[in-house]
């Protein structure tokens, strides 16, 4: 029987469920060292990361003064796109859970820049309009990564999403979004372009897995994790929701070490560089 208590795709990282997966050719030369260590480490400098959510608490220190600006996305049903966008000078989180993905980010990019895009309201709910809209601003507004810890499952809103998803790629910004915590379908994490996220016990943010069956392309942390709340708190929390920004902000540390990697380039390292990747044995041939 399942733990209802922890998201659905997580079964897919469970021990007895992982498989060694070799890194050939060019791909086995690639290291962490290389994707976004060295001396000194990379740290996500100059690389701009938008948190569509609940917004973010600017002034928690979980995301070190690292906030850079913000827009809040509200629904218009008197204007002919239905959605608004009112600059955030002073951004804050409605909820909590924007604050939380930020904080995970900025611990693993701590010289990324983050930008609070607010699409929840309160009761952490909003419309698909809002959510798209969010999306546009950042792809329009020069957006290098974007956590989206959010989704819709609504039929409706397929194209839409994948439009806006094909705008991010061919503009080089990088889309990392949470599946839904039950096993049905969401979007945008389906489309092929999107890097798809759900939760794996444990604790060490670069400890993640690469996974070759489908929907769910990776695994990181998201079960029983320390995260970043409302009014400078933190709390224990689960969900896919705390996953997919350990993974943006390791694509934020790749993207900041080497600016002129694309989505899919940037994905490619991502597998290679997976916990669970075995690098190929190098088999070299002796002269005669």
Known sequence: MSDPARPAWSSQFAA?????????????KITRAWAWGGTPPAAGQDVRVAVID???EADHPAVGGQVRGGVIVEYDARIKTQVRFVEDKQPRDMFGHGTACAGIIHSLAPEAELYS???LGRDLTGKALQ?????RWAIENGMHVVNLSLSTSRQEFFGLFHELADQAYFKNVLLVSAVNNIPTPSYPSLYSSVISVAAHEGHD?????????PPVEFGAPGIDVSVAWLNKSTIVS??????????AGIAALIRGKHPDLTPFQIKT??????TNTRRAQIRRTRKR
């Open 16 to 28: 007895d469920a992982l498989r060694e997966l070799p890194a050939l050719g060019p791909l086995g």
């Open 54 to 56: 609940s917004g973010i």
């Open 117 to 119: 895009v607010r699409v």
């Open 131 to 135: 959510f798209a809209g969010g999306l």
């Open 205 to 213: 943010p670069f400890t993640y897995y690469y996974n070759p069956a």
């Open 238 to 247: 689960t969900g896919n929701s705390f996953a997919a920004p350990h993974m």
């Open 269 to 274: 390292v991502l597998f290679a560089c997976a």
